[in-house]
Every structure is written in C-alpha cells, then in structure tokens.
C-alpha cells in the first residue's frame, strides 16, 4: 500500500496562551521569507470561525500547516498534500520533521515567546485516505511497524504506546505518547 496523504499533529503544552489571530501576521511573515524549508508557502485562510477547526491555516504547496483546535486541545496541524517517496517510515518521519519545524518557528517567534511551548512526548498521527486505511484493527496491524520506527526516532526510546481512535466515523488516527518525561 502507498499510503500518501499523512498528517501530524503536535499538542501545545497547557500554558498555552495565544489567540487565533496572532497567528494571522506570523505565517504572512513566514510566506514573506520562506521561513519552511523544503516548502513553498503561498497563502494564509481565517477559519477560526469554525468551532474546534482548522483555526488559521498557512497553505503551502507540499502541504498546510494548521492552528488545529479539535476536541478542545490546541495544537499544530501539517496535512502532507504533494506525494512522498520512500517507505511509509521515510514518509512518517518526513511528515513529522515538517510538523516539527513549524513548531520551533512558533516557539521562536519574539512576539510568542514564552505563551507557547509545544509537548514533544505527544502527537498524532491521522491519516486522509479512508478508502486505502480505513479506520480498523487491521490497519493498525498494518501502521504499526512504521508508526513505531518513527516514534523511536521522535523519542529517541522505545518506551511509548500507540492507541487508535477505534470509532468507525472517525479516519485512522493514532495518538503516540512516550511513557518517560522529556
């Protein structure tokens, strides 16, 4: 399987204290500067509006990066678009090195300084194509392998646990949670 349309999510530590439309003059100076490697920003779209959405979404050629807001747990949101070579590892990494970088940009914004910090011993892993991994014990059977490589990477350990949101309506997604502190 060739499991392309990855995404991942990383949660924003409690103290959390920025509004939806900080972000908006951010990511507008991001696209001026190109400050994402290995992408090429091209717009910024306001859905803050949307309860638990998408917040403010910078579009990128390769993907969009988002200020993810669903069930109450802020974070950032990268949703890969263009097609990854490699193994599904190579991908996951790939996905999680892009979702990464945003968030050190965030953290290292002089306006954000110290009212945003994202946890590096969680994230999320989603997938968007439903019709090639649907939501089932036997792709995660399937994702555990990788999922599991790119979480030692992440971590640097193994000690971790992968659990799968198990509802049917929902797309395959795994929550990935390292068991010692960083």
């Not at 090429?40 to 403010?56: C, M, N, R, S």
């Not at 090195?97 to 002089?110: G, I, N, R, S, T």
């Not at 910090?117 to 036997?138: A, G």
């Not at 929902?170 to 010692?180: A, E, F, L, T």
């Amino acid at each position: 399987m060739d499991l392309q349309r990855l995404s991942i999510k990383l949660f924003a530590e409690p103290n959390y204290d920025v509004k939806q439309p900080e972000f908006v003059p951010i990511f507008h100076s991001w696209i001026q500067k190109q400050k994402i490697k290995d992408h090429l920003l091209i717009d910024v779209a306001d859905y803050k509006h949307v309860p638990e959405g998408p917040g403010i979404l910078l579009v990128a050629h390769e993907g969009n990066y988002s200020t993810d807001e669903s069930e109450g747990e802020p974070g950032l949101l990268y949703q890969r678009k263009r097609f990854l070579e490699g193994s599904l590892t190579e991908r996951l990494n790939t996905v999680l090195k892009a979702a990464l970088q945003a968030v050190e940009l965030l953290e290292q914004e002089p306006y954000l300084k110290e009212r945003i910090r994202f946890d590096r011993n969680h994230f999320q892993v989603i997938s968007n194509d439903r019709l090639n991994l649907p939501n089932t014990e036997q792709s995660h059977e399937f994702m555990h392998s990788s999922l599991s490589e790119a979480a030692k990477g992440f971590f640097c350990h193994e000690q971790f646990t992968l659990t799968r949101r198990e509802s049917d309506k929902d797309r395959y997604s795994v929550s990935v949670k390292s068991s010692i502190p960083s």
